[in-house]
């Protein structure tokens, strides 16, 4: 059964967020690396669209999302690879162009599959504690719930497969 994001500060400059989908772990590793997939759900709240979303699956490799917003705005991140290990976990380093969290951020997602489902751990060490309080009170995790919402309906109706 698919439960809303749980979301924990493990120490002073970290924020740990888990989220199950009941879908195999491949599944979910597709949606989160195929760029054709991921601009169909990592959307945040309603309004946004991903008219930019490149990946360069390798160590070294870069990631960059470009979001935009009905009303004009758009938000930019780039990302980099340092440790790919498919269908377990990866982990990048993270900058937004307008640098709101402080300087770049290590994000290690890690997947995690049980019961005929999978669990995403989502693992970001910000730079320091003020960084990380800034992002926790940003609705981050409200943006976060909704794309992955748009995740169990992609993964239920079978558009994510192996």
């Known amino acids: 059964m698919t439960k ?13 967020i888990e989220r ?6 491949a599944f979910v590793w597709r949606a989160l690396v195929e760029p054709a997939l991921v601009r169909r759900w990592l959307l945040g709240p309603p309004g946004w669209s991903m008219p930019v979303c490149e990946i360069d ?12 917003h009905d009303d004009g705005r758009s938000m930019g991140m780039t990302s980099v690879f340092r440790e790919i290990v498919a ?5 990048a380093t993270e900058l937004f162009d307008e640098d709101w969290t402080g300087g770049e951020t290590v ?11 999978t669990t995403l751990r989502t693992h970001i060490l910000y730079v320091s504690q003020e960084a990380r309080d800034g992002a926790k009170m940003s609705g981050m995790t409200g943006g976060m719930e909704a794309g992955y919402v748009r995740l ?3 993964l239920a109706e079978g558009l994510v497969s192996g």
């Open 87 to 91: 269908n377990d976990r990866i982990v």
């Open 107 to 117: 994000v290690t997602q890690s997947l995690h599959e049980a019961d005929g489902g």
């Open 152 to 154: 169990d309906e992609l």
């Open 57 to 68: 699956l390798r160590v070294g490799g870069a990631m960059r999302f470009v979001w935009a």
């Open 20 to 25: 199950h989908f009941e879908a195999p772990r």
């Open 4 to 16: 809303p994001l749980k979301m924990m500060t493990p120490g002073d400059r970290e924020i740990l």
